[in-house]
């Protein structure tokens, strides 16, 4: 198999352009085709890389003949729909996360994985940080063991901005979106389901229709538990700083960047080929589908994650 022929989807959005620079780092692969809300913004973002193919119909997207594999960095309410696409297609499929906004798409999603047997991945770029991958290094070695992880998760959207701080056309989530990192994380590094969870939230914004504050506690059967913060009203430094408190030493990661509880930096641009942990995910994608092999991240692994969120979120609704 030569170069992997991938497709963007929503390629002139924050994450979309991220990733359009990712595979064209990847020597494995190439940006066949963009697609967009617009042509004017198709074409955008395919000038920018010299993209062949550019489209602002996904249907029409999805039948490109130069096309292997697509990454969906489109809305979330999208991403079920899509991601039922792509795979009917025969695409192989990275998903952003989250690969669905409900339990039930998600199940679907991971089914229709088995029956196709297409690669399929949900955007969980924290097991790719160079930062968390040396904790899940250093606790797979039987170095260190979690004690409690402590999450902040802050940004300041009080309106309805992506991270590129532009207007955008959908509500994004602190349950469903950002808090699903963490959970996913969470049970990643300990390798334990989490059995227990209790969340409260804020009042719902009168106009975007979602809590702008939520605290989730959690458990695993061992006794690891994991507190996380999340807010859009922080008006302060923005982004998600995990501290893992361990039973030798404490770590806080910041993105791709990792600390010791003095906050001492930790050299970790040894981890992996790349510093940048989206490419580091395409690159995981593009490896499993030239390799014929479930990726780290597939969609099964990422479902746990997905069984918590309905948790926690039946239990904030009861």
């Known amino acids: 198999m030569g170069k992997v022929r991938v497709g963007i989807a929503g390629a002139n959005g924050a994450f979309g352009s991220k990733h359009m620079d990712a595979i064209s780092a990847i020597e494995d692969a190439q940006i066949s085709a963009v697609m967009a809300t617009s042509m004017a913004k198709a074409d955008k973002a395919a000038d920018r890389l010299d993209v062949p193919h550019r489209f602002d119909n996904f249907d029409a997207f999805l039948a490109c003949d130069d096309l292997d594999a697509v990454i969906l960095a489109t809305p979330t309410q999208l991403h079920a729909t899509q991601g039922l696409a792509a795979m009917d297609a025969g695409k192989h499929v990275l998903i952003e996360i989250p690969m669905a906004d409900t339990l039930a798409d998600s199940q679907r999603l991971v089914a229709r994985q088995a029956e196709t047997g297409v690669t399929a991945m949900a955007g969980h770029v924290r097991r790719f940080n160079p930062s968390h991958q040396y904790v899940h290094n250093e606790l797979s070695a039987g170095k260190l063991s979690i004690q409690q992880m402590d999450v902040q998760t802050y940004f300041f959207r009080r309106s309805n901005m992506n991270a590129k701080g532009e207007p955008r056309s959908w509500t994004d989530h602190l349950l469903w979106h950002h808090a699903c990192h963490t959970i996913d994380l969470f049970m990643y590094q300990t390798g334990e389901m989490v059995t227990e969870a209790h969340a409260v939230q804020g009042p719902i914004h009168p106009e975007l229709g979602i809590a702008m504050d939520m605290s989730i506690i959690m458990k695993t059967p061992s006794g690891k538990i994991c507190t996380l913060s ?85 239990k904030m609704s009861a």
């Open 230 to 314: 999340l807010s859009f009203n922080n008006d302060g430094p923005l982004g998600t700083f995990f501290r893992y408190i361990c039973d030798n030493g404490t770590y806080v990661a910041r993105y791709d960047d990792l600390f010791d509880g003095h906050d001492a930096p930790i050299d970790v641009s040894k981890v992996d080929v790349s510093m940048n942990g989206i490419e580091l995910i395409d690159r995981e994608f593009i490896s499993a589908i030239k390799e014929g092999r479930e990726p780290n991240g597939s969609l099964a692994q990422c479902l746990p994650a997905m069984q918590v969120m309905h948790m926690i979120e039946e």
